[in-house]
């Protein structure tokens, strides 16, 4: 189910800069924090961090994360690079 139809508002999303403070359960909060990490430093995910992984999520659950999470890095990277975020408006 989309996360709008769950009730993600556009103050939610942005409330996510400082994940710490975000009015976000600590699974999500752990979640946020292994999609961060994912994006920008994945090779610091040392075995402390997947321990802390594991208080709040299964092995499954963590690999279906990170399944989920690398097809969004990956497809916004792809709308980056063929310049598609801001598409040009067509004339009237």
């Known amino acids: 189910m989309p ?20 009015d976000i ?3 999500e909060k752990l979640a946020v924090r292994f999609a961060e990490r994912m994006a920008t430093d994945h090779h610091s995910m040392d075995d402390n961090f997947f321990d802390e992984l594991r208080a709040g ?10 399944m ?14 063929l ?4 598409p040009e408006q067509p004339a009237a």
Do not use: K
């Open 3 to 22: 996360a709008v139809q769950q009730g993600m508002t556009e103050e939610m999303v942005a409330s996510l800069v400082d994940v710490d403070t975000a």
């Open 25 to 27: 359960t600590e699974r």
């Open 57 to 66: 999520f299964t092995d499954p659950e963590i690999f279906e994360l990170g």
């Open 68 to 81: 989920i999470t690398g097809q969004f890095i990956g497809y916004g990277r792809l709308i980056s690079i």
């Open 83 to 86: 310049d598609l975020e801001n």
